[in-house]
């Protein structure tokens, strides 16, 4: 077997190894308080403030019941909490349902479960995860969790049920906020993991580096520094996107409210500055990979096409695995399809500008005299 071959093995013994202490082992313990007031809804909605009419949220042997008759409302029940004592961990928990909600105009015009972190001057976090459920149309009965992670500038979170929007009814009880913390054996193994994917990195990059494939270097340091970037340092960045991207100066009387407002205006439409900064990502993803699959290809050009696809779509997917090892990022799988077709984008580029220069007329021969 090829060195090349053990060093394949090896990205794909680890990858595998993260991908299944995170699928088959207990991340979290729970810290067994009851952090809600009223959480069963045995006194009504006491210790909950309710936006609605007594008609619109109505309370049944624990059952907390929001309806709309029609859209464009949004009854909801919150509660704010301050963060609690090394709360860095925090689960939501809930049994809900839901009956003919409407389809709105914004994915999130739903019938929602959300945990809200809210930072030191009182402002919304809604870059954060916050969604515990989201739906549409009708459900049964089904328990839905969830643990988010907070950052120290969370100083305060909300617990909202509401029909954002929609029509329909939404019911929900047993509702739990609960203190987590990390299981010690399962960081253990995180942190372990964390040593070896560290330690196997110089390995696998040496023959890059031998060769001197700068390029293809550059691009796959790049790619993983915003792999394990933390959340807390994309928001940073994100609040600085979002000053470059502000309007022009308001005219004077406007709340400030509306001048904090993150939007962009394109063609007489606004679009919420959260909608256009995950659009941005996951473009990202696409045109990060492409361009490794084209430098690698034009690196690797007498190599062979579904050997070198192997090599890139084993480091598409273990990029997005790395996530899996950082205190508050996730993985998904929608992502790792992205990664795979940029790499697929870049290749078939590749493909289609050597046969144009392959194809392309050549001035014929002057005869010999």
Same mark, same amino acid.
């Given at each position: ?25 207990? *991340? ?24 609605? @009419? ?6 049944? &042997?624990?059952?907390?019941? &929001? ?10 029940? *919150?509660? &704010? ?9 925090? +689960? ?47 459900? #049964? ?42 299981? #010690?054996?399962?960081?253990?193994? +995180? ?10 990195? #110089? ?51 406007? @709340?400030? *409210? ?16 959260? @909608? ?20 690698? +290809? ?7 096409? +579904? ?13 997005? @695995? ?48």
């Amino acid at each position: 077997m090829r060195a090349n071959q053990y060093r394949l093995l090896a990205v794909l013994i680890l990858a595998l190894a993260t991908l299944s202490l995170f699928e088959f082992v207990e *991340r979290y313990a729970s810290g067994g308080t009851q952090l809600l007031l009223n959480g069963d809804f045995a006194a009504g909605v006491a210790a909950w403030r309710t936006n609605g @009419t007594r008609e619109q949220l109505q309370v049944d &042997i624990g059952v907390l019941q &929001i309806q709309a008759d029609r859209d464009g409302l949004a009854p909801s029940a *919150r509660q &704010i909490l301050a963060r609690p004592p090394n709360g860095d961990y925090l +689960r939501l928990s809930a049994s809900v349902r839901h009956d003919g909600v409407s389809s709105g105009i914004r994915d999130w015009h739903a019938m929602r479960l959300l945990l809200v972190a809210i930072d030191g001057g009182g402002d919304m976090l809604w870059e954060l995860p916050h969604v515990v459920e989201q739906a549409q149309g009708s459900g #049964p009965w089904r328990p839905v969790a969830r643990v988010f992670y907070l950052p120290p500038r969370v100083a305060a979170v909300e617990v909202i049920a509401s029909l954002n929007q929609v029509a329909g009814s939404m019911k929900v009880r047993d509702l739990v906020l609960e203190l987590m913390h990390e299981d #010690p054996g399962f960081e253990f193994a +995180r942190r372990g993991l964390a040593v070896l994917w560290i330690l196997a990195l #110089p390995w696998l990059i040496w023959p890059l580096w031998r060769q001197r494939r700068l390029a293809v270097i550059a691009l796959g340091v790049i790619i993983l520094v915003g792999t394990l970037i933390p959340n807390s340092a994309k928001h940073d960045l994100r609040l600085i996107v979002q000053d470059m991207l502000r309007s022009k100066p308001e005219a004077v009387g406007k @709340t400030v *409210r509306e001048k904090a407002k993150p939007a962009v205006v394109v063609k007489n439409a606004v679009l919420p500055i959260g @909608t256009v900064w995950m659009a941005t990502q996951k473009v990202g993803h696409v045109a990060l990979f492409a361009l490794l699959a084209l430098a690698a +290809r034009w690196t690797w050009r007498g190599a062979s096409w +579904r050997r070198l696809g192997l090599y890139l779509v084993a480091f598409a997917v273990s990029a997005e @695995t790395l996530q899996l090892l950082s205190f508050d990022r996730s993985a998904h799988l929608f992502d790792a399809g992205l990664n795979i077709l940029g790499i697929v984008a870049g290749l078939a580029v590749f493909h289609l500008l050597l046969r144009h220069r392959l194809g392309k007329p050549t001035a014929p021969d002057l005869p010999n005299v």
